[in-house]
Structures are given as structure tokens and as C-alpha cells.
């Protein structure tokens, strides 16, 4: 098949193919734009679906954004005089027309940090620059006429509230800049008097969308006006929307949850992300007559057994990321719920594991070994020796993800572990080793090199030393070893970078 999309002139559509599993690997796009003509044209339109949020430091892409501009919002933001002589002369693409997804409260941020980098303070002429460069963004991605993927509102900063009301007003006044957009995401804090106006306006796009695909509510977003909202006889996605994301939401006094659900005719995902209040949920869904299919459930606390045996017993088939243990040890009785429950556990994340349940650990990963792909552990009380000399044993022959967060890790029962999982191979591999004493090497670093690097199994790698209010010794920082296992085709990388965290994680659900 590959062969004769090359003979039948599809090159283009299978290197793209190729480069689009680099999505996320800023310098492996910015390497494929150098290879040539072709490479640089299919490698540029991924470099700027979501350039707000690239963590790179560097926010020069705002000037090569201005100088697409009109010639009169150029004239205006040349008045100010506050940034002279930084517009490229030239571009190679309309650079605009290629973005996807749209956080207002980045593209803010964004144009802050760039302020700060050109020396320029904050005053009262720099902050109506600032709201004029916002604006201006907002009308150039609308006059290239974009088609966003996804578009966040996530307002965790009072000042940023009048902005963000401009924009959305702009945005109502042009609503197809956003009618194709399958995400939306809802961030919004209470206690402004223009939260209700913000509020308003993004219960009219809402309710203009007849497509819409996934949802999150986040951050105590006031879920009883979005409740309202989706019963409402306005809501035109009750036979698009398949994915609801709950996200640091509290349920409380929430009390109409079942004919939210109820009403919802295609909804493939609901996903609880460290939500308070999770007992009025419970006890309100476990009255539904259509399944819920719970993908995700993120526990800050311990839940009542009761409450999460009702759950699990109910909707556990459909769980798929569990993660619990943040705020206190891992429950022995939850583990055991898990493992009766939920046989299609893909992602775990266990934090805080005491001595008395690891092999309780164990016997759950064997359970789900045949779909998990994600692990971490994060140890509490529990001595390393137990999850060194076992774990390697349990695991699946592949691994997308491994994450071990161990306290003083001994060398020996380090090397049990690599050579008892030589069978496995680990697209990501992330070890922290919470230290006792400051120390600039990374003794666990000759193995690693011995069972991991030369028989190159591993695709990205990352390793720290943590010792509390000093420095962490990252491997990345060593640029000889570094180079080393670039010669095995082994990317090492900041260890904070590889790390998938809960708000890395939410932004990948589907």
C-alpha cells in the first residue's frame, strides 16, 4: 500500500503522516523544516497550530503575528510607540491561517512575557497596548478565517476580565471564527463583576453551536449555570457532545445531574478530575437509566467505601485512568475495589504507597497488564527494595509510560528491577530519586547506560536527583551523556518536560 501511494505521486500525504507523530517535539518539527522544501511546508503548519503554548521562553512569534496585521491596527499599535523597529520585514507564510487552538487566557500571558523581554514595565500605556494587541490577534485570526479546533476560556486572573469580555464580544459579532470548534473549555472565576456578563456571553456561543464535541468544566466553574444551560431547550449538542471533562469542580448543591445526562444522547466519556463534593455525584448518577461511561476518575481524597464500591460496581467496566493517593496514602480497600471492578485500567498513577499493600500493587498491575500503557508510582512509606525486586517481573512486554518517584534508591536493587523487565520496552522512562544528601552525579546512571541504552529500549528518557530546597540534578543538564544516548536514538529531556501532569493530561483527552 505504502509503496504505491509513492508511485501514485502521494509522497506529500505520507510524509506528513510521518511528521505528524512529532506533534508535540518542537525541535524535531523545527529540525524537519530544515530538511527541505517539501519537509518545511508540512512541518510548519503543526509549528503553529498552538504557538501559546509552547514553553520555550520565547514569544517572538507575536511580532512575525503583527506583521500580518491590516495597515490600520499597524497604524494604531504604532502610535503607541512602545515597540519600535521589531516587525519582521518579511514572512514566508501566512502564518495566521494555521491555528488550531485558542486559550484566551495564553494568548494574555503571552504577550506579557514578550513585553517583559523587550524591557517594557507595566503601566497605564502598556496595559491599553496590551489589550489593543489582544484585540488585534482575535481580528487578524478571524479576517484569515481559521478553522480552530479548540477554544479555552480559562480566566484565573481578575484582570484579565475585561479582555477576555472584548474578545468574546468580538467573537459573537463574527461566530464563524469558532462554529467549527469540536472543545471547549470553561475556566471561570466567581467573584468579578463581569463573571455573570462573561457568563452570558458564553452561554450565546454555546447555544449558536450545533457541533460541539467535548467540554470541560474546570477550576469551581459555577457548574449550576452551564446545568441550566445543557437542559435547556436552546442547546443544540445533544447529539454531538460525547465527552464531558469535570475539572477541580465542586458538586456541591449541584442537584440535577441525571437529567443533564439523561439528555445527552451520544456521550461516550465523562472524566472526574480531583472534584470535590464527589458523594453528590455519586449518589445522583447511580440513578441513571442509560450507562455513564466514567473513562477517568482522579481521587484528591479518600472516598467513602460505600460510595465508591456503588460506583465502580455500576460504571467500573468503563473506567480506564485512575489515579488516587494525592492528598494521602493509597487505601488498601480502594485497590482492592479496583481490582474487582475495573479490568480496563490503562492508565494508573498511585501516590503514596505504604509497606503493607504493595503487593496488593502488584497484583492489581498483573490484573490490568494486558491494556495498561501508563504508570506511575510515587512511593510514601513503602521501602524501594519491594517495588525493585517485583515490579520488573509484572510488567507488560510494552510500555508507553513509566514513572518512578523512589526515595534513595539503591543501586543493586535498581539493577534487579532493569534486568527483570529486559523484556520490556518503554516509549517514555522517567525516574526521580528523592534523595537524603546533595550529590551532582546520578549513581543510578551505569545502569541505566548497561540494560537501558545499549540495548536501546527506551524512546525518550529522563532522570533527576530530588533533595528538598536545593537544585535538582537533571540528566539533561549533562551534555556528554546526553550526546551518548543521541547515539543510541535515545532523546533525553528535562525531566519536568517528559513528566505528564494533570493538566498535560487533561489537555490529551480525546
Given at each position: 500500500?505504502?509503496?504505491?501511494?509513492?508511485?501514485?505521486?502521494?509522497?506529500?500525504?505520507?510524509?506528513?503522516?510521518?511528521?505528524?507523530?512529532?506533534?508535540?517535539?518542537?525541535?524535531?518539527?523545527?529540525?524537519?523544516?530544515?530538511?527541505?522544501?517539501?519537509?518545511?511546508?508540512?512541518?510548519?503548519?503543526?509549528?503553529?497550530?498552538?504557538?501559546?503554548?509552547?514553553?520555550?521562553?520565547?514569544?517572538?512569534?507575536?511580532?512575525?503575528?503583527?506583521?500580518?496585521?491590516?495597515?490600520?491596527?499597524?497604524?494604531?499599535?504604532?502610535?503607541?510607540?512602545?515597540?519600535?523597529?521589531?516587525?519582521?520585514?518579511?514572512?514566508?507564510?501566512?502564518?495566521?491561517?494555521?491555528?488550531?487552538?485558542?486559550?484566551?487566557?495564553?494568548?494574555?500571558?503571552?504577550?506579557?512575557?514578550?513585553?517583559?523581554?523587550?524591557?517594557?514595565?507595566?503601566?497605564?500605556?502598556?496595559?491599553?497596548?496590551?489589550?489593543?494587541?489582544?484585540?488585534?490577534?482575535?481580528?487578524?485570526?478571524?479576517?484569515?478565517?481559521?478553522?480552530?479546533?479548540?477554544?479555552?476560556?480559562?480566566?484565573?486572573?481578575?484582570?484579565?476580565?475585561?479582555?477576555?469580555?472584548?474578545?468574546?464580544?468580538?467573537?459573537?459579532?463574527?461566530?464563524?471564527?469558532?462554529?467549527?470548534?469540536?472543545?471547549?473549555?470553561?475556566?471561570?472565576?466567581?467573584?468579578?463583576?463581569?463573571?455573570?456578563?462573561?457568563?452570558?456571553?458564553?452561554?450565546?456561543?454555546?447555544?449558536?453551536?450545533?457541533?460541539?464535541?467535548?467540554?470541560?468544566?474546570?477550576?469551581?466553574?459555577?457548574?449550576?449555570?452551564?446545568?441550566?444551560?445543557?437542559?435547556?431547550?436552546?442547546?443544540?449538542?445533544?447529539?454531538?457532545?460525547?465527552?464531558?471533562?469535570?475539572?477541580?469542580?465542586?458538586?456541591?448543591?449541584?442537584?440535577?445531574?441525571?437529567?443533564?445526562?439523561?439528555?445527552?444522547?451520544?456521550?461516550?466519556?465523562?472524566?472526574?478530575?480531583?472534584?470535590?463534593?464527589?458523594?453528590?455525584?455519586?449518589?445522583?448518577?447511580?440513578?441513571?437509566?442509560?450507562?455513564?461511561?466514567?473513562?477517568?476518575?482522579?481521587?484528591?481524597?479518600?472516598?467513602?467505601?460505600?460510595?465508591?464500591?456503588?460506583?465502580?460496581?455500576?460504571?467500573?467496566?468503563?473506567?480506564?485512568?485512575?489515579?488516587?493517593?494525592?492528598?494521602?496514602?493509597?487505601?488498601?480497600?480502594?485497590?482492592?475495589?479496583?481490582?474487582?471492578?475495573?479490568?480496563?485500567?490503562?492508565?494508573?498513577?498511585?501516590?503514596?504507597?505504604?509497606?503493607?499493600?504493595?503487593?496488593?500493587?502488584?497484583?492489581?498491575?498483573?490484573?490490568?497488564?494486558?491494556?495498561?500503557?501508563?504508570?506511575?508510582?510515587?512511593?510514601?512509606?513503602?521501602?524501594?527494595?519491594?517495588?525493585?525486586?517485583?515490579?520488573?517481573?509484572?510488567?507488560?512486554?510494552?510500555?508507553?509510560?513509566?514513572?518512578?518517584?523512589?526515595?534513595?534508591?539503591?543501586?543493586?536493587?535498581?539493577?534487579?528491577?532493569?534486568?527483570?523487565?529486559?523484556?520490556?520496552?518503554?516509549?517514555?522512562?522517567?525516574?526521580?530519586?528523592?534523595?537524603?544528601?546533595?550529590?551532582?552525579?546520578?549513581?543510578?546512571?551505569?545502569?541505566?547506560?548497561?540494560?537501558?541504552?545499549?540495548?536501546?529500549?527506551?524512546?525518550?528518557?529522563?532522570?533527576?536527583?530530588?533533595?528538598y530546597n536545593r537544585v535538582d540534578v537533571d540528566l539533561s543538564n549533562f551534555k556528554d551523556e546526553v550526546n551518548e544516548f543521541k547515539l543510541h536514538n535515545i532523546k533525553?529531556?528535562?525531566?519536568?518536560?517528559?513528566?505528564?501532569?494533570?493538566?498535560?493530561?487533561?489537555?490529551?483527552?480525546?
Amino acid at each position: 500500500m505504502s509503496c504505491s501511494k509513492i508511485f501514485s505521486g502521494d509522497l506529500p500525504e505520507l510524509i506528513y503522516e510521518i511528521i505528524k507523530n512529532f506533534q508535540n517535539d518542537y525541535s524535531t518539527l523545527h529540525s524537519c523544516v530544515l530538511v527541505n522544501r517539501l519537509w518545511c511546508r508540512l512541518a510548519i503548519p503543526l509549528l503553529w497550530e498552538n504557538p501559546f503554548s509552547i514553553t520555550t521562553g520565547n514569544y517572538n512569534f507575536i511580532e512575525v503575528y503583527l506583521y500580518n496585521l491590516n495597515d490600520y491596527l499597524k497604524t494604531k499599535i504604532n502610535n503607541y510607540q512602545i515597540i519600535n523597529n521589531l516587525l519582521p520585514s518579511n514572512t514566508l507564510f501566512n502564518y495566521p491561517s494555521f491555528i488550531k487552538y485558542l486559550n484566551m487566557c495564553n494568548i494574555t500571558l503571552s504577550i506579557e512575557r514578550w513585553l517583559e523581554a523587550n524591557n517594557k514595565t507595566s503601566n497605564a500605556a502598556v496595559s491599553e497596548f496590551k489589550r489593543l494587541i489582544n484585540m488585534s490577534l482575535v481580528k487578524l485570526f478571524i479576517e484569515n478565517e481559521v478553522n480552530l479546533h479548540t477554544f479555552k476560556i480559562e480566566i484565573n486572573n481578575i484582570h484579565y476580565y475585561d479582555t477576555i469580555y472584548d474578545i468574546l464580544e468580538i467573537i459573537l459579532q463574527n461566530f464563524n471564527f469558532i462554529h467549527n470548534i469540536r472543545n471547549l473549555n470553561l475556566s471561570i472565576v466567581n467573584n468579578h463583576c463581569k463573571s455573570m456578563l462573561i457568563k452570558n456571553r458564553i452561554s450565546q456561543i454555546i447555544n449558536l453551536h450545533q457541533n460541539l464535541k467535548r467540554i470541560l468544566f474546570g477550576n469551581n466553574t459555577n457548574l449550576s449555570l452551564y446545568q441550566s444551560l445543557l437542559l435547556s431547550k436552546e442547546f443544540n449538542c445533544s447529539n454531538t457532545l460525547n465527552t464531558i471533562i469535570f475539572y477541580y469542580v465542586n458538586f456541591k448543591d449541584i442537584n440535577n445531574l441525571v437529567k443533564v445526562f439523561e439528555n445527552l444522547n451520544v456521550l461516550e466519556s465523562v472524566h472526574i478530575i480531583y472534584c470535590n463534593s464527589l458523594g453528590s455525584f455519586i449518589q445522583q448518577i447511580t440513578n441513571l437509566t442509560k450507562p455513564l461511561k466514567l473513562k477517568s476518575l482522579f481521587m484528591l481524597m479518600a472516598l467513602q467505601i460505600d460510595l465508591l464500591q456503588s460506583l465502580l460496581q455500576k460504571y467500573g467496566n468503563y473506567l480506564e485512568n485512575f489515579k488516587c493517593g494525592s492528598y494521602g496514602f493509597v487505601q488498601q480497600r480502594h485497590l482492592e475495589l479496583i481490582m474487582k471492578y475495573c479490568k480496563n485500567i490503562k492508565f494508573l498513577d498511585l501516590c503514596g504507597i505504604e509497606r503493607h499493600i504493595t503487593s496488593l500493587i502488584f497484583d492489581l498491575i498483573e490484573n490490568i497488564n494486558q491494556n495498561l500503557n501508563y504508570l506511575s508510582i510515587n512511593v510514601g512509606d513503602c521501602q524501594n527494595e519491594l517495588i525493585l525486586r517485583n515490579l520488573g517481573l509484572i510488567l507488560p512486554s510494552k510500555l508507553e509510560y513509566l514513572s518512578l518517584a523512589l526515595r534513595m534508591i539503591n543501586t543493586n536493587d535498581f539493577e534487579v528491577f532493569l534486568k527483570d523487565s529486559q523484556d520490556t520496552f518503554f516509549k517514555k522512562l522517567l525516574i526521580n530519586n528523592l534523595i537524603g544528601g546533595y550529590s551532582d552525579d546520578i549513581d543510578i546512571l551505569p545502569y541505566i547506560k548497561e540494560y537501558i541504552m545499549k540495548k536501546k529500549r527506551v524512546q525518550y528518557l529522563a532522570i533527576k536527583n530530588t533533595l528538598y530546597n536545593r537544585v535538582d540534578v537533571d540528566l539533561s543538564n549533562f551534555k556528554d551523556e546526553v550526546n551518548e544516548f543521541k547515539l543510541h536514538n535515545i532523546k533525553v529531556l528535562k525531566y519536568d518536560n517528559l513528566s505528564t501532569d494533570i493538566y498535560r493530561f487533561v489537555n490529551e483527552i480525546d
